[in-house]
């Protein structure tokens, strides 16, 4: 048995993960991080032991725990050198983590975490296999070989800060026009947003109205009823989040692209657009293509991906 | 000793290679792509026992041989799927190889054979190596954990064929806006040649016609001698090659990211302005860095690259 910590600006999830990678129980605290890390990583053990003891197991139980942060990791001695929305900055997790739970320790990006889990869930043994989160930002993972691109100092797997329009806006980064800058949910607010304005008879307001605030559903809701206004804007949407994951097959050419995060609820909604504009523009007309799919483990895959590192880790 | 292959367009180059890596001696022949396939691959093998003979050597001293070429490989099965520069189309090329000379032959893509040639030149074993080649296109490989990306297809590794300006000039590959569309020798041709337009008294004029033709050369040659109409193209070609760079960077987070092709002869005329667009733009400002260099073999990329392929499929 493996403990997987999804550790969050907002909160920290901890799940009992099996050997083939479900979850068996979960349960969260949450994160403030406001506090320093040291009292973060209490939280975190408190509530393994906490999950441990309710499943009816010991500490002996566990062969590793592993937790998946944000941020820019440094795997191999397993520090968050700097995560903003943890606050934390040179924070050595896993050293911390073990006075408390004298266990392997594995620590990674969150979002390599996640394709981690996402390529086990797939159940596939493929040469290459990618996931992309459209979320706040774009996320994202590179499995290759059954091994997470990492990138020689831990910080790769970066997908979502590849420039889409060169000299375009600008990310939070510092860099212009990264793809998730155009591709992410907070774009698709801004997007709509804009779009709003210009349409002041849209139904987006309506259903903004409804919400209590324009979110990445806005214009989706819309669209399906036939807005206008709100089909220009997913229409165009899915145009850069398609463009952006054509350049990711053109140099991966993976075996799957998973697409997860709030909008891949969409589901085929979204696919069918997205694979046609890749089908269109896609650089490999003669060879067997990508799959792109929807990813499985939604909201585990942090604690899942987390935890299965960790076991491979142990080998 | 193994035989390395470069099969281009316009040459055949083969060249004796050394356990190391070495290139011993080499010759070369013109493709003459009009032929049916059969007759350039038994071109190839003839040439090959001529280096052979030369050398003294026998056909048994050859462990193996590796061929680079153009186009979209299947490397499992040793066939060019489709190269337009070698009109050859599912051509069986391995397979016609050994009829000639019964030997373990490897097929690659030339880009990624000459990314596996620059990585064994530069001497290290890296988690991740990144060869951008700058030429009429942009090529490009990447070495991960010792082994070549090819994707799950073996088309991988198209690095050129990313979106650099969403919705922009039409690719060759029927994408918009692909970076090597604005970072390719063939792009900064074509921005020499509107800025020559645009300025009739620019010294790049004179260049051209004392090449005899507007080539990758003109603008730089102008730059240097303080021609500003020059120095505004290869400022801005130089910030096109920069930008598709950090995003690989933050894709791969690699050791080491090689530039080679034509334009790398420029050396430190071009990393500098490169480096410097990177280390502002790099999404990593806490780990340590890329190391940006020039390509160590250049024109031999793709022999050794082609060769040390073979050898380590021996294993």
Redesign the interface.
Known sequence: MYIGVDLGGTNIAVGLVDENGKVVSKASTPTINTRPYTEIVKDMADLSFKIIEDAGLKKEDIKAVGIGSPG?I?TKNGVV??ANNLRMKNAEVAKEFRKHFDVPVTLENDANAAAYGEYIATGVK???FVLITLGTGIGGG?V??D?L???????????G??????D?LLCT?????CWET?GSVTALISQTKKAMEENPDSLMHEIAEEYGSVNGRVAFDAAKKGDSAGQAVVDKYLE?VA??I???I??????YLVIGGGISKEGDYILEPIRKFVE???????????KIQIAKLFNDAGIVGAALSAKKNMK
């Open positions: 820019t440094d050198v700097l493929a040469e290459c590179v290759i070989r091994d691109l990492r990138g020689f100092n831990g910080a790769g797997g970066e997908l800060h590849v420039t889409l329009v060169h375009g980064c510092g860099k212009k026009g155009y850069y463009d952006g054509s350049g990711m053109n140099i991966f050419q993976p075996e269109g523009n896609g650089y490999n007309k003669y060879l067997a293509k990508t």
